[in-house]
């Protein structure tokens, strides 16, 4: 099974999103982290499973439902193994590049 590889920026925005919700509602973070945790993992039984980018780049993005919205994981693969980018809400805005 291929292995799931962080890159910092990943795990600072894991970070954040905890701390951002842990303030309002400490049982939240602790299920969004769950659930990033989980999504993380589904990528590395199934590296496939995100939906390509279209920029020619390699990346994928996989969306995780969490309440009324959810998270997206960035990566890209590395042989098979999952690279996480960058995770953010999905209401967070962001830039593609």
Known sequence: ????IWTRPALADVERV???LKEKNPD???RAAQTI???AT???EMPHIGVRMPDDT???EYFTPFGKHGY???YMLDEENPVILR???GLELRDYS
């Open 1 to 4: 099974m291929p292995s799931v």
């Open 58 to 60: 390699g990346r994928r």
């Open 42 to 44: 589904q990528l590395g």
């Open 72 to 74: 997206i994981l960035r």
């Open 28 to 30: 939240a973070a602790r």
């Open 87 to 89: 995770v953010w809400h």
């Open 37 to 39: 945790n989980h999504a």
């Open 18 to 20: 905890f701390s951002f």
